[in-house]
């Protein structure tokens, strides 16, 4: 089965009006390049105004809730984000599962909301510093994903799993393309064993300090099919070698 990459900006809580020129700049470079798929995930105040800035291309949440609506102050429903126009959302980011206690339980609600909506979901797992130290990471990871998993899917190219070793966040320190393909061989075989054949059509995307000078190699590691792209997404000039990168024939 065919996957095209996905790379996808995570701009977390920066951005704005005067960033929306780096949205523009950043769909025009992607227009370019047919073979991959690009999204940035805005904050949610930038949604709209990102969509307008840049018709047709793919704008995203960071997150939502899983109820349709109601007494949640804070919160936006799937169908909010499809109202201001996004296209997919991040959920279960570890920022969210450490800063505001999100367990497997309700990230896989998050993912089956989203997918139920309409929207595409990118859902993150990754473990601790402490847990790969204690030789845990495959096992946690693997755990991770079955708890948060929907328990069904339509069209496999909406979901997308990030694997995104927690240390690897904004530090600088990326995982070695050894461990990012153990990793993901063993994503790949619990979709499989999730959904069958449909399994082979879920993306698996890395993420954690990925930039333009160790992009190409991460995306050359089997099953890596894109990048979840936070500080480097920030900018037009930042992202674009990113997709360059991820649009390189030979795959
Ligand atoms: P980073 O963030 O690229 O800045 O490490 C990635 C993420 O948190 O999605």
């Known amino acids: 089965m065919t996957r095209w990459r996905l790379i996808a900006g995570n701009w977390k809580m920066n951005g704005l009006s005067n960033a929306l020129s780096e949205v523009t700049a950043i769909a025009m470079a992607a227009e370019r390049h047919g073979e991959v798929d690009v999204a940035l995930c805005v904050p949610a105040t930038l949604i709209e105004r ?24 804070g919160d936006s429903s799937a ?22 206690g999100e367990r497997d ?38 755990a991770q994903l079955d708890q948060s998993l929907p328990a069904t899917i339509g069209d496999p190219a909406a979901l ?53 000078s160790n992009a190409a190699e991460i995306f050359g590691v089997p099953d890596v099919d894109g990048a979840l792209v936070g500080g480097a997404s920030l900018t037009s000039a930042d992202f674009i070698p990113i997709i360059f990168a991820a649009a390189r024939p030979g795959r």
Do not use: N
Request: some cysteine; hydrophobic content about 50%; overall charge neutral.
């Open 50 to 73: 990102a969509v307008r800035a840049a018709p047709g291309f793919m704008i995203g949440g960071q997150d939502i809730r899983s109820e349709a609506s109601g007494a949640f102050t």
């Open 79 to 100: 169908a909010m984000l499809i109202d201001a126009g996004a296209r997919l959302t991040i959920v279960g980011h570890s920022e969210r599962r450490q800063g505001h």
């Open 105 to 142: 339980a309700a990230v896989k609600a998050k993912a089956e909301a989203g997918l139920g909506a309409g929207l595409s979901v990118i859902l993150c797992v990754g473990e601790s510093d402490e847990v790969r130290s204690a030789g845990q990471a495959v096992a946690h990871v693997a």
């Open 160 to 212: 997308s799993i990030a694997y995104e070793p927690i240390w690897a966040i904004g530090t600088g320190k990326v995982a070695g393309v050894a461990e990012i393909g153990e990793m993901h061989a063993v994503l790949r075989a619990r979709l499989v064993a999730a959904y069958g054949d449909a399994g082979q059509g879920v993306r698996i995307l890395y993420g954690g300090s990925v930039k333009a």
